[in-house]
């Protein structure tokens, strides 16, 4: 009895032969009784004078005993039929009253970012099941406006944060003459450090958002790509991609690509090795860097998490982008140490249903 519809259907099975018991074993019990009144034998009768003496007719105890029996048979059985009758009548009305929470149910299944508009909008008399219902309608209201106002804010802040910076870069690229020193330089470097802190934050803030509008996207072509955009630098990079199609986002998907790869040959030993390989439905980056404590594992998706870098080298967002796209994409995401030396990172998506 896991659902609530099989629990009303034996309910309401229990309370009609509960009702029905009491009154069959009720009515056969009187009947016996009453038979056996009917059924006494009558007191004798006096002689009377001139008249022989009739002895009083013999009373069907046996015929008693047989209607009694046969009654209490046939109680037994319509007893099993109300059992199976009721079952099944308690089964469908218990459907039936539970039709509008499966609605809600696969209302809430099918709610994305990118469908917030729907509502369940249920007819019918104002009980208690449609008080829920119009309780999650005002809910997805309340939802879809802090959706809105989410995506308004990341487009705002977007174009209001960039565009200083990239005025500011200009500024110091034309503004400053070349024999400041490095002071330009090292303005130069703060200002894209900047930029890359803050387009980070706003992918980040944008996976954790969801998904849009997701699509059909050949994952092999977005690894190829991305790590052929990749700068390698002394580091060699092996690429194994076997076809594979996922629903998502495909910027959100090069960007994971980018993250995991660019983060295995960041922090990778000179010289070194990265690994790419898709199969199966699972993305494994792996490469030969430096060791890493098992204890340090749960840090490496936090965000502003640094493990071996400094500030010039990252702003310790990589890997936690890595999995919110993953989780926005319904994936999961695992670390475990290399062979040798390093780190192996997995994420494995979901079937395209």
Not at 14 to 36: C, E, F, G, P
Not at 70 to 96: C, D, H, K, N, P
Request: aromatic letters at 4%.
């Amino acid at each position: 009895m896991k659902t609530i519809r099989t629990r009303l259907a034996f309910t309401y099975t229990a309370l009609v032969l509960l009702t029905a018991a009491v009154l069959l074993v009720s009515v056969n019990v009187s009947l016996h009784h009453r038979l056996r009144v009917e059924t006494r034998p009558p007191a004798p009768v006096a002689p009377v004078l001139g008249r022989p003496i009739v002895p009083p007719p013999a009373p069907g105890r046996g015929l008693v005993e047989e209607v009694v029996t046969y009654q209490w048979e046939v109680t037994g059985v319509a007893i099993l039929v109300m059992a199976l009758v009721s079952l099944a009548v308690g089964w469908f009305f218990a459907g039936r009253m539970l039709r509008p929470v499966h609605r809600i149910t696969a209302t809430a299944r099918r709610l994305s970012l990118s469908n917030l508009h729907e509502r369940i909008a249920l007819a019918g008399p104002r009980d208690e099941l449609r008080e829920l219902a119009d309780t999650f309608d005002e809910m997805l209201a309340r939802l879809e406006r802090s959706v809105e106002g989410q995506r308004r804010f990341i487009a705002t802040a977007s174009h209001e944060l960039r565009t200083p910076l990239a005025v500011q870069r200009a500024a110091i690229e034309i503004g400053l003459p070349d024999d400041v020193g490095p002071i330009k330089g090292k303005l130069l470097a703060a200002n894209r450090r900047s930029e890359r802190l803050i387009d980070a934050l706003l992918v980040l803030a944008q996976a954790e958002h969801g998904l849009e509008a997701p699509e059909e996207v050949e994952l092999s072509e977005v690894v190829r790509l991305a790590v052929a955009e990749l700068d390698h630098g002394d580091v060699t990079v092996t690429v194994t991609a076997e076809p594979c199609t996922v629903l998502g986002d495909r910027t959100l998907l090069h960007r994971l690509v980018t993250n995991l790869a660019g983060n295995a040959v960041r922090h990778n030993v000179p010289g070194g090795t990265a690994e790419v390989t898709l199969a199966g439905g699972v993305l494994r980056v792996a490469n030969t860097g430096p060791h890493v404590p098992p204890e340090r594992f749960g840090d490496l998706f936090a965000p502003f998490r640094r493990i071996g870098t400094t500030r010039t080298q990252g702003a310790g967002l990589g890997l936690s982008i890595v999995a919110a796209i993953a989780r926005a994409h319904g994936a999961t995401t695992v670390a475990r140490p290399h062979p040798g030396g390093g780190l192996e990172l997995a994420v494995r998506f979901p079937p395209v249903s």
